[in-house]
T-cell receptor
Framework: AQTVTQSQPEMSVQEAETVTLSCTYD???????LFWYKQPPSRQMILVIR??????QNATENRFSVNFQKAAKSFSLKISDSQLGDAAMYFC??????????FGPGTSLSVIP | GAVVSQHPSWVICKSGTSVKIECRSL??????MFWYRQFPKQSLMLMAT?????????EQGVEKDKFLINHASLTLSTLTVTSAHPEDSSFYIC??????????FGPGTRLTVT
């Protein structure tokens, strides 16, 4: 069974600074998707970034970028120029080609003004 | 973009009663729908997967007789919590996916059982 681990229950960052959230996963599949989702207090799940495992190039979306290390099964999220609106729960997630999204335990990110 | 709605957004029911939560894909046909449960300060846990016209597949530990899932059409899935008890109080999130496409999440339903 696939599992997703996030070793940082809580993180904090100064506004305008950079923070990296860690994630590792376990799978026997060779092709799959990885995601970072943001869950603000409204609890609506917001897709931040997606990575296809067959792509070597790391995904980037504006201030958000990932470091995807397939051999190490590592998938970290870097948030640059942190803003107050970035404060939320962040979930790393995995999906096989046909399966459901499986979530990690989450990291609560605080942004300090 | 693809929109998934849930109704109601918040429901309060008495212990022993049943409550139904609806999940709709508003602008696409969902071949597969998923139901998740999220307790406070915890992650989303997959409860079940359903394909239109087929019986739902439940995750280990989820009581299928208690959490009835009906994927009646390509745009509607319902979750019925039967004989609800206070421990069923939680946040329930549905998700819908077209074949080979992204999985989209609804806004969630907060269930409080008194």
């Amino acid at each position: 069974a696939q599992t997703v681990t996030q070793s940082q229950p809580e993180m904090s960052v100064q506004e305008a600074e950079t923070v990296t959230l860690s994630c590792t996963y376990d799978t026997s599949e060779s092709d799959y998707y990885l995601f970072w989702y943001k869950q603000p207090p409204s609890r609506q799940m917001i897709l931040v970034i997606r990575q296809e495992a067959y792509k070597q190039q790391n995904a980037t979306e504006n201030r958000f970028s990932v470091n995807f290390q397939k051999a190490a099964k590592s998938f970290s999220l870097k948030i640059s120029d942190s803003q107050l609106g970035d404060a939320a729960m962040y979930f790393c997630a995995y999906r096989s080609l046909q399966g459901p999204v499986i979530f990690g335990p989450g990291t609560s990110l605080s942004v300090i003004p | 973009g693809a929109v998934v709605s849930q109704h109601p957004s918040w429901v309060i029911c008495k212990s022993g009663t049943s409550v139904k939560i609806e999940c709709r894909s508003l602008d696409f046909q969902a071949t597969t729908m998923f139901w998740y449960r999220q307790f406070p300060k915890q992650s989303l846990m997959l409860m079940a997967t359903s394909n239109e016209g087929s019986k739902a597949t439940y995750e280990q530990g989820v009581e299928k007789d208690k959490f009835l899932i009906n994927h009646a059409s390509l745009t509607l899935s319902t979750l019925t919590v039967t004989s609800a008890h206070p421990e069923d109080s939680s946040f329930y999130i549905c998700s819908a996916r077209r074949e080979y496409y992204e999985q989209y999440f609804g806004p969630g339903t907060r269930l409080t059982v008194t």
